[in-house]
């Protein structure tokens, strides 16, 4: 026991400990003042972030998760400050580690970054159909770091936000009605003004989800190797009709070509064999005389 005692001088850890307690309830009381600031200013500063007009998540990020670490880490820090750590130099480690670690997520702050970007410029939004990175589909979730689309097959994708805002991307929904184009061919013997009238006639029978206004139209978009290539256009209301749109238009085309009796030909190549047998004899003959 006598031993423990000269080991431990009790009286200089008691003295100690008194002064060490002053320091530790000051930095807790940081620690609480400055969490209490970040629950004041926090309801405010989305108020106005909502009147501004950004996105929920947009929102979430600034606030719940910018704003809350920046001001606990400043919090921390003068906590530690108090409790006598060298904060310099835990600082600069932090630094180092940070630039470490910026390096190895750099693909995933710059799908962060075109998360932003998709939330603030709202090129598309939960519901939309779109066609980007080769893909087609209705989007069912967008996060921070990736775009999650819903295909025709009912298969998921997920595709980085960082791909979707280096590419070309079509939305089918952004601006309500959408036509959706239908190509056709027919025989080059045919009356185009013929088979216009029953591709309409076909089409019209139709009814939903294809509109009235604009009515439908068929135009001539080309003239192919082996037929004169007309493309059908009809109006819908919702961008998710359009696939069912196509392959019912398609059966009415040939339906409807059918009954009035026009042709719809399959690719083919047409030869000419011309006899020259007659042209090389006289050549021949030529020849021998010469």
Same mark, same amino acid.
């Given at each position: 026991?006598?031993s ?5 001088n ?6 100690a400990?008194?002064q060490?307690?002053?320091r530790? @309830?000051?930095?807790?009381? @940081?620690?609480?003042a400055f969490?209490?600031? &970040?629950?004041?200013v926090?309801?405010?500063?989305? /108020?106005?972030l #909502?009147r501004?007009?950004? #996105? ?5 990020l ?20 108090q409790?006598?750590?060298n ?6 480690g ?6 470490a670690?910026?390096?190895a997520a750099?693909d995933?702050? +710059?799908?962060?970054i /075109?998360g932003?970007l =998709?939330f603030w410029d709202?090129p &598309?939004?939960v ?6 990175e ?7 979730? =967008? ?5 999650r $689309? ?7 994708i997920?595709?980085?936000n960082?791909? =979707? ?9 952004k ?9 056709v061919?027919?025989?080059?013997? %045919?009356? =185009? ?6 591709l309409?006639? +076909?089409? %019209?029978?139709?009814g939903?989800?294809?509109?009235s ?9 080309? @003239?192919?190797? *082996? *037929? ?8 819908i209301? #919702? /961008? !998710? !009709?359009?696939?069912g ?5 398609? %059966?009415? /085309? ?6 009035a009796?026009?042709? $719809?030909?399959f690719p083919?190549?047409?030869? &000419?064999v011309?006899d020259?047998r ?6 021949a003959?030529?020849l021998?005389?010469?």
């Amino acid at each position: 026991m006598d031993s423990i005692r000269d080991l431990v001088n009790v009286q200089e850890l008691m003295t100690a400990v008194v002064q060490y307690v002053p320091r530790l @309830l000051a930095g807790l009381g @940081l620690l609480i003042a400055f969490w209490a600031v &970040f629950r004041v200013v926090r309801h405010p500063l989305r /108020a106005g972030l #909502h009147r501004a007009g950004l #996105h929920d998540k947009i929102i979430d990020l600034i606030v719940d998760r910018l704003l809350r670490y920046t001001v606990m880490l400043i919090g921390l820090v003068m906590a530690l400050d108090q409790l006598g750590v060298n904060v310099g130099a835990a600082l600069a480690g932090m630094g180092v580690a940070g630039i470490a670690v910026g390096f190895a997520a750099q693909d995933s702050v +710059a799908n962060v970054i /075109a998360g932003i970007l =998709i939330f603030w410029d709202k090129p &598309f939004v939960v519901g939309d159909w779109i066609k980007t990175e080769g893909e087609y589909g209705q989007v069912s979730n =967008i996060t921070m770091r990736t775009t999650r $689309i819903r295909t025709p097959r009912n298969t998921y994708i997920v595709i980085p936000n960082k791909r =979707i805002i280096d590419q070309v991307m079509e939305n089918y929904s952004k601006h309500g009605k959408l036509r959706v184009d239908v190509p056709v061919g027919i025989a080059y013997k %045919e009356d =185009i003004p013929a088979a216009r009238e029953a591709l309409i006639a +076909a089409v %019209e029978r139709i009814g939903a989800p294809i509109e009235s206004e604009p009515a439908p139209q068929v135009v001539v978009s080309g @003239l192919g190797d *082996s *037929s004169v290539n007309l493309e059908v256009r009809v109006w819908i209301e #919702h /961008a !998710d !009709d359009q696939q069912g749109t196509i392959v019912t238009v398609l %059966e009415a /085309a040939k339906l409807g070509l059918d009954a009035a009796g026009i042709e $719809i030909p399959f690719p083919h190549l047409q030869l &000419f064999v011309d006899d020259v047998r007659e042209r090389i004899w006289e050549r021949a003959a030529t020849l021998r005389g010469a």
